[in-house]
């Protein structure tokens, strides 16, 4: 199975194009103020007039509000949502119908264990997104795009029970490496294709897809 790839927090018609040149299938759209990759309504409308129907678009929100939501939909209009939060199943369910969007639940993992915590969400989650788990001195503040990875091992409980993207400090030199070892059906990258936080490198964008293209090709050769 080949990998896709999105490429998160994009905030520049140039980084746009520079993921669908290199070949992205998704990209991402944060709407949460404290992240340098935070877009307004209209900076974040402007990108997806530009991609429709050349790549998918994906709000990221963290423990949005009903009118946050309705408000994002509306006016940004994005193919996905990804719910970044502390979401329980419940709420992930009731945002997907509300939005009339397919949902991408993210979990964070740091343990044993937090994988499998993915389970509770299939029924109202469309995809699973796995992500390092910031660490209690983390100076951020943000649930993502922090460039940290976790032991790409602790997916071993879940793996070919359900079609899951990953994140977490990918970056175009070790993304082989985590497709090799977790097979995910989507591979999720931001601070790893940028020049400095919320500024993303288009030469960085086009290593990493081809990074993840090379993997494919030898997952196909090796049978």
Not at 61 to 87: C, F, N, T, W, Y
Request: charged share 20%; net charge neutral; glycine share 8%.
């Amino acid at each position: 199975m080949s990998t896709s790839v999105k490429i998160c927090g994009l905030k520049t018609v140039d980084a746009l194009e520079a993921a669908i040149s290199a070949g992205a299938s998704h990209f991402g759209l944060v709407f949460f103020p404290p992240s340098p990759r935070y877009l307004t309504l209209a900076q974040a409308a402007k990108l997806t007039r530009a991609a429709k129907g050349r790549i998918l678009s994906v709000a990221l929100v963290v423990d949005a509000s009903d009118d946050d939501i309705k408000a994002i939909v509306a006016q940004a209009r994005p193919d996905m949502l990804q719910l970044h939060g502390s979401e329980m199943p419940e709420r992930v369910a009731e945002i997907r119908k509300a939005a009339g969007r397919p949902v991408i639940k993210s979990i964070s993992v740091s343990e044993a264990g937090d994988a499998e915590r993915a389970f509770a969400y299939q029924a109202a989650a469309d995809l699973i997104l796995f992500d390092a788990k910031p660490p209690p001195d983390c100076k951020t503040g943000l649930p993502g795009g922090n460039g940290l990875r976790f032991d790409w091992r602790l997916l071993a409980p879940i793996r070919g029970k359900m079609l899951f993207m990953l994140s977490g400090g990918l970056t175009p030199d070790n993304v082989a490496a985590a497709i090799r070892l977790t097979s995910p059906a989507i591979v999720d990258v931001s601070s790893g294709v940028e020049k400095s936080p919320g500024e993303k490198d288009t030469a960085l964008i086009h290593r990493f897809v081809e990074a993840v293209n090379a993997a494919a090709l030898e997952e196909f050769a090796n049978g």
